[in-house]
């Protein structure tokens, strides 16, 4: 692996952690470091400025009046309540609770879609004649799909936990299929000229060249997946964190409304980054 | 010394059906090439060289005529023949080393076999050094090499490289093409060798088909007897290279014309 490829994850995971590298380097050290140190501060500034910019403005708004405090407290007594919330065990009640749908959902979509997305994609034939149904099952939007699935699956797990497979399988299914479908065919057609039969092309041409492209629809997925959640556990659930926001609004318990919403936000980014950083790990080879 | 061809076209014709209409790319092709002979295509853009090596490779049905390589019929790919591509076709998941031992799977060499012949194979095409690269790590140059290394490292008695070098710059160019020769002398293989370049043909090439616009068809077939290519210092400012060069030349220069004419015809 080059140089190149290895300074930028650790950049990165500097300017994430969020540390302040200010203190200045110690004496020894070169100019160089220094400007170094700088420069990651610099990065590390930038990154959390805007974020720390609407900590403020959440903080301070409420307080001087500027907004009803009553439908906006202040940040800081939004993290009391997410505090309370950790320590009597109920954030992590409802946060286990959604976690499993979701991961039940999503895991199940890749199960079912990357292999079916396999076969597709690598008989054209089928893929022609699928695609247009695919298209139009993609753009139909899973949530207006969520009464067909409560009418017939109910108000239980199994309507909550297909709901999230729903709405997962068409990016993993769509980016398999369109993977296996643009691998290069120079690759396809040298690896023939080497005298390797269709099922060790696939093996070892076609699904490595792909795995970029499904990782990009897993990651979308990812990020569905969240969201169809929250959808769904408003819809007569009683655990999740869906269902602590709505509930929470209900009893005009607003803090706890909040403190529910950084929760699932604060999880989105945490599986949005993980799913980045296995997208980069498997696809390192197409930095060029 | 047995007088059969290595390999032998026998009026090899290819046609294709493009939107409706039936295009001959080649027709009535003969020509040998003898064992251990360098022997180079040239031809304008679009004459079918490229359509020619698909049909030696075994990667594209003939329409017409069949093609013997040791006195057997072609009908399909096959480990004695190697194909080096113009823009490399390495996979890019793969290390130099990977992308060698890629071409021994094939031929199901054992895991310890393969690593061996892989590092030998890239340190012949002077990549020592450079088998934990990956191909965007890797120069066009030596893309090209790591490309060239796995091809033999199969040890195919015929290499056929379709305009191997067409996308590197001029330096490098003239390197691998002396590159290429100390290999072929090592190694004794049969090349069959495509290009557009007259230099590089004449450069290379014991023996120069020289193929005319569409359809293709061999117009001559140029003898280039320049011994010990390798040991003379500057081949290119050699009178007698010049001499070939410009017959070559002369011979393209008719069929370039018609080409851009015929060209210039269906666009209007």
Redesign the interface.
């Known amino acids: 692996?080059?140089s190149i490829t290895e300074t930028r994850p650790t950049e990165r995971s500097v300017s994430l952690g969020g540390r302040p590298a200010v203190r200045p380097a110690p004496a020894v050290s070169v100019g160089s470091a220094v400007r170094t140190a700088g420069r990651v501060a610099g990065a590390v500034v930038t990154r959390t400025i805007a974020i720390g910019l609407l900590a403020l403005v959440w903080e301070i708004f409420p307080r001087l009046g500027l907004v009803d405090a009553t439908f906006l407290p202040p940040l800081s007594e939004v993290l009391v309540a997410w505090w309370d919330l950790l320590l009597s065990g109920e954030l992590w009640a409802h946060t286990e609770a959604s976690l499993t749908r979701s991961a039940a959902g999503f895991g199940l979509a890749i199960l079912i879609a990357v292999p079916l997305g396999l076969l597709i994609g690598w008989y054209s034939p089928v893929a022609n004649l699928l695609n247009p149904l695919l298209e139009v099952f993609r753009n139909t939007a899973a949530l207006a799909i969520l009464p067909v699935f409560v009418l017939i699956l109910g108000l239980g797990e199994t309507s909550k936990i297909s709901i999230i497979l729903y709405g997962c399988t068409w990016p993993i299914l769509l980016n398999t299929v369109s993977g296996v479908r643009t691998v290069d065919p120079?690759?396809i057609?040298?690896?023939?000229?080497?005298?390797?039969g269709p099922i060790?092309l696939f093996q070892?041409?076609v699904l490595?060249?792909a795995?970029p492209t499904i990782f990009t629809g897993i990651r979308l997925a990812g990020a569905a997946s969240i969201l169809i959640l929250i959808a769904a556990e408003m819809v007569g659930a009683k655990a999740g964190l869906g269902y602590l926001i709505n509930y929470a609004q209900y009893n005009f318990a607003v803090s706890d409304m909040y403190a529910g919403i950084i929760t699932i936000s604060a999880i989105g980014l945490l599986v949005n980054q993980l799913l980045i950083v296995t997208e980069r790990r498997f696809s390192?080879?197409?930095?060029? | 010394m047995t007088t059969e061809p290595k390999i032998r076209f026998e009026s090899v014709g290819k046609t294709f059906n493009a939107r409706g209409k039936t295009v001959t790319a080649l027709q009535d092709i003969n020509l040998d090439v003898r064992d251990g002979e360098f022997l180079v295509i040239v031809g304008p853009s679009g004459c079918g060289k490229s359509t020619l090596l698909d049909l030696l490779?075994?990667?594209s049905d003939i329409s017409s005529g069949r093609i013997l390589v040791d006195g057997k019929p072609v009908t399909g790919?096959?480990?004695d023949?190697?194909?080096v591509?113009q823009?490399y076709?390495l996979?890019?998941?793969r290390t130099a080393q990977g992308n060698v031992e890629?071409?021994l799977?094939?031929?199901g060499v054992s895991r310890r076999e393969r690593a061996a012949k892989a590092r030998e194979y890239l340190d012949l095409v002077g990549l020592a050094g450079f088998h934990d690269r990956?191909?965007?790590?890797l120069s066009g140059g030596m893309k090209q090499r790591v490309a060239i290394a796995r091809s033999l490292a199969?040890d195919p008695d015929v290499l056929l490289m379709d305009e191997p070098f067409a996308a590197l710059d001029a330096q490098t160019r003239d390197g691998l093409q002396d590159e290429l020769l100390r290999i072929w002398e090592k190694t004794g293989k049969t090349i069959v060798f495509i290009t557009h370049g007259i230099e590089e043909a004449v450069y290379l090439g014991q023996r120069v088909a020289v193929l005319t616009s569409r359809p293709g068809r061999i117009k001559q077939v140029v003898e280039v007897p320049i011994d010990a290519r390798s040991a003379t210092e500057d081949l290119r400012s050699d009178p007698q290279f010049a001499h070939y060069r410009h017959e070559i030349w002369s011979l393209l220069r008719d069929e370039v014309d018609r080409a851009r004419n015929e060209e210039l015809k269906i666009n209007v």
């Open positions: 692996m080059s120079l690759l057609k040298s690896a023939r000229s080497l005298g390797l060790r070892k041409v490595p060249a795995v390192t080879w197409r930095t060029n | 490779g075994g990667l790919p096959g480990l023949r190697g194909i591509f823009q076709a996979l890019p998941w890629f071409g799977e094939a031929k990956y191909p965007h790590e199969f």
